[in-house]
């Protein structure tokens, strides 16, 4: 709570910063428009103009939040949540991907530190491979994996999540090796003693004290998954989802569009890292590791 | 039939050489020879996939076919490397990391900015910042330097983060033995803190440059001249020359690895003190 006031001061100086900015980009624009007209712009007209231009450069934060309330709550009261020009339809649709993404990535993610883990072999030939793999830009397949999964018959959600999984698996492999290797020798010949055997060690011994490494690891995945889920949006042409809301956006010079594509991103990803968050304080705390 | 079977024998062959090989005690040469052959035989294994289930080229081109592409055209693939990696994507790394490590050290004298900015930081840091690439393509036009700008925002916060924590990382015996010596702040930030903080720097500029490349690659895809990764990549999945899109993504792989490898070399040239490097060794 001690951060609660600096937190706010910080974010009260980025509001401020982006009316400012606001103002100083739109202003060649407002002026244009005063000279055609003949008007002298005086500076309170100024700042009103650039405040509320129809295709700004800079929408002013007060702009965009009527746009995300005209295509959300408003849309949603009228019975209209789903529609397609809603954007509670578009972030729905990526969320979707995102989601099933997520699931693909840490599922895979899971199982090759399992492999990892437990065969020398796979420690030293897939681990490296592991690792080259996130070195390689994946985004700049992102348009030719729908595009092959669409010709062999494979098309809406699951190409877009299989971006995702390829940037999701990544910190779970590399969370959950580090959290299946955390018990110490002492740990292990404990189990030894007790006679267990390497599934009982496994289930009992390996799995719980990797918890708070896989959390963490999770929190990360979501994120870049659902930057996969948006990058997989844009080069098909989709025509739902966020990042089809982004890329027609573009085309059409509609920022505010674009920014309230932006902003709804941001809110998904702060709501689903979140949750996971909580997730892992409920859990450890039943687990007697929170700390 | 032929080709399948080939297949499967590469693939037994592969995982019992480097099962041999791993029972080995380990050394660089089997840390190295291990994963090598592991990627060999996934190649063999495709060669053999392709030829063997007759995959059309406009699916999955056999790596032979990339090769012989890739040797064909390599003026294109390089006019496309120096537009986007070099100027878009270096560009914005060096301004970008250069900024936010500034930004660090100046925000690293207050408390207040630190413990404002910080969970702010960390929050945007999760964020998926490429979203504002159509947004920058607008302001700064559609060459590279609209590309720098989206490389920019997206390696700023993840190393505005990484520094500020690498400054804390020294505790107060260091820092009052400083004080005895009677050394300024600057004489402390060069001699001790920067240093202290150079693992967690490395960190930031590691994480960096895969978020380089693909900014500047997805960058491309809302608008760019007639060259450049992002650029080929859409228009030749669009002409369905997919030899061509796989040539460019073997560049951008070995672009991609190289600064990887290039920032880690430097790491290991500047930590060599630190215990995460000599454990290594």
């Given at each position: 709570?001690?951060?609660?006031?600096?937190?706010?001061?910080?974010?009260?100086?980025?509001?401020?910063?982006?009316?400012?900015?606001?103002?100083?980009?739109?202003?060649?624009?407002?002026?244009?428009?005063?000279?055609?007209?003949?008007?002298?712009?005086?500076?309170?007209?100024?700042?009103?103009?650039?405040?509320?231009?129809?295709?700004?450069?800079?929408?002013?934060?007060?702009?965009?939040?009527?746009?995300?309330?005209n295509t959300t709550g408003e849309m949603a009261m009228g019975g209209?949540?789903?529609?397609?020009?809603?954007?509670?339809?578009?972030?729905?649709?990526?969320?979707?991907?995102?989601?099933?993404?997520?699931?693909?990535?840490?599922?895979?993610?899971?199982?090759?530190?399992?492999?990892?883990?437990?065969?020398?072999?796979?420690?030293?030939?897939?681990?490296?491979?592991?690792?080259?793999?996130?070195?390689?830009?994946?985004?700049?397949?992102?348009?030719?994996?729908?595009?092959?999964?669409?010709?062999?018959?494979?098309?809406?959600?699951?190409?877009?999540?299989?971006?995702?999984?390829?940037?999701?698996?990544?910190?779970?492999?590399?969370?959950?090796?580090?959290?299946?290797?955390?018990?110490?020798?002492?740990?292990?010949?404990?189990?030894?003693?007790?006679?267990?055997?390497?599934?009982?060690?496994?289930?009992?011994?390996?799995?719980?004290?990797?918890?708070?490494?896989?959390?963490?690891?999770?929190?990360?995945?979501?994120?870049?998954?659902?930057?996969?889920?948006?990058?997989?949006?844009?080069?098909?042409?989709?025509?739902?989802?966020?990042?089809?809301?982004?890329?027609?956006?573009?085309?059409?010079?509609?920022?505010?569009?674009?920014?309230?594509?932006?902003?709804?991103?941001?809110?998904?990803?702060?709501?689903?890292?979140?949750?996971?968050?909580?997730?892992?304080?409920?859990?450890?705390?039943?687990?007697?590791?929170?700390? | 039939?032929?080709?399948?079977?080939?297949?499967?024998?590469?693939?037994?062959?592969?995982?019992?050489?480097?099962?041999?090989?791993?029972?080995?005690?380990?050394?660089?040469?089997?840390?190295?020879?291990?994963?090598?052959?592991?990627?060999?035989?996934?190649?063999?294994?495709?060669?053999?996939?392709?030829?063997?289930?007759?995959?059309?080229?406009?699916?999955?081109?056999?790596?032979?076919?990339?090769?012989?592409?890739?040797?064909?055209?390599?003026?294109?693939?390089?006019?496309?490397?120096?537009?986007?990696?070099?100027?878009?994507?270096?560009?914005?790394?060096?301004?970008?990391?250069?900024?936010?490590?500034?930004?660090?050290?100046?925000?690293?004298?207050?408390?207040?900015?630190?413990?404002?900015?910080?969970?702010?930081g960390n929050f945007v840091a999760a964020l998926p910042i490429v979203?504002?690439?159509?947004?920058?393509?607008?302001?700064?036009?559609?060459?590279?330097?609209?590309?720098?700008?989206?490389?920019?925002?997206?390696?700023?916060?993840?190393?505005?983060?990484?520094?500020?924590?690498?400054?804390?990382?020294?505790?107060?015996?260091?820092?009052?033995?400083?004080?005895?010596?009677?050394?300024?702040?600057?004489?402390?930030?060069?001699?001790?803190?920067?240093?202290?903080?150079?693992?967690?720097?490395?960190?930031?500029?590691?994480?960096?440059?895969?978020?380089?490349?693909?900014?500047?690659?997805?960058?491309?895809?809302?608008?760019?001249?007639?060259?450049?990764?992002?650029?080929?990549?859409?228009?030749?999945?669009?002409?369905?020359?997919?030899?061509?899109?796989?040539?460019?993504?073997?560049?951008?792989?070995?672009?991609?690895?190289?600064?990887?490898?290039?920032?880690?070399?430097?790491?290991?040239?500047?930590?060599?003190?630190?215990?995460?490097?000599?454990?290594?060794?």
């Amino acid at each position: 709570m001690r951060n609660a006031i600096p937190v706010l001061t910080v974010v009260a100086v980025l509001f401020a910063l982006w009316y400012g900015a606001a103002v100083m980009l739109n202003a060649p624009w407002a002026y244009d428009k005063a000279k055609r007209a003949d008007v002298t712009l005086g500076f309170s007209e100024l700042v009103a103009d650039t405040w509320s231009q129809d295709k700004p450069k800079l929408p002013a934060p007060h702009q965009v939040a009527v746009e995300i309330w005209n295509t959300t709550g408003e849309m949603a009261m009228g019975g209209r949540a789903f529609s397609k020009r809603s954007l509670i339809y578009h972030a729905w649709v990526t969320f979707s991907s995102t989601m099933l993404g997520f699931a693909l990535g840490t599922g895979l993610g899971i199982a090759l530190a399992v492999g990892i883990v437990y065969n020398r072999t796979m420690d030293m030939s897939v681990m490296p491979w592991v690792i080259a793999s996130q070195t390689i830009p994946i985004l700049a397949i992102a348009p030719m994996i729908i595009v092959v999964l669409n010709a062999i018959g494979i098309s809406g959600l699951l190409p877009k999540a299989m971006i995702s999984m390829y940037l999701s698996f990544f910190p779970v492999v590399v969370g959950m090796v580090k959290g299946l290797r955390s018990p110490g020798p002492m740990q292990l010949d404990q189990m030894r003693t007790w006679n267990a055997s390497s599934a009982q060690t496994f289930w009992k011994l390996r799995l719980p004290s990797s918890m708070p490494y896989l959390f963490t690891s999770l929190k990360i995945a979501m994120a870049a998954s659902l930057v996969g889920a948006i990058v997989g949006e844009l080069p098909t042409g989709a025509v739902a989802g966020l990042g089809a809301r982004l890329l027609s956006g573009s085309y059409y010079g509609q920022t505010i569009q674009i920014w309230s594509a932006l902003i709804m991103a941001a809110t998904l990803a702060a709501v689903l890292v979140g949750l996971i968050g909580l997730m892992q304080r409920i859990t450890l705390k039943r687990m007697g590791m929170a700390e | 039939m032929m080709w399948i079977i080939a297949g499967l024998a590469a693939w037994a062959f592969g995982w019992w050489l480097n099962h041999v090989l791993s029972q080995w005690p380990r050394s660089r040469f089997t840390q190295l020879a291990v994963p090598v052959i592991f990627g060999l035989t996934l190649i063999v294994m495709w060669e053999c996939v392709v030829r063997g289930f007759d995959i059309p080229t406009v699916l999955l081109p056999a790596p032979t076919q990339i090769a012989a592409r890739f040797a064909a055209s390599t003026g294109i693939l390089w006019q496309d490397f120096v537009q986007t990696a070099i100027k878009g994507a270096l560009t914005g790394y060096v301004l970008g990391c250069g900024a936010a490590v500034l930004l660090a050290i100046a925000i690293d004298r207050s408390t207040f900015l630190k413990r404002g900015l910080l969970p702010v930081g960390n929050f945007v840091a999760a964020l998926p910042i490429v979203g504002t690439a159509p947004i920058l393509v607008m302001w700064f036009g559609f060459d590279w330097q609209s590309k720098a700008a989206v490389v920019v925002v997206m390696v700023f916060f993840p190393m505005l983060v990484n520094t500020v924590q690498g400054l804390q990382d020294t505790d107060s015996m260091q820092r009052d033995l400083m004080r005895t010596y009677g050394a300024s702040y600057w004489q402390t930030l060069f001699k001790l803190r920067l240093p202290a903080a150079m693992p967690f720097i490395f960190n930031g500029l590691k994480i960096a440059t895969t978020l380089a490349l693909i900014g500047a690659i997805v960058a491309e895809f809302f608008g760019s001249p007639i060259k450049g990764m992002g650029f080929r990549i859409s228009t030749s999945v669009g002409q369905l020359s997919m030899d061509l899109v796989w040539a460019e993504i073997v560049v951008a792989a070995l672009a991609g690895s190289g600064f990887y490898g290039g920032v880690a070399l430097i790491e290991k040239a500047m930590t060599f003190w630190h215990p995460s490097q000599r454990g290594r060794a």
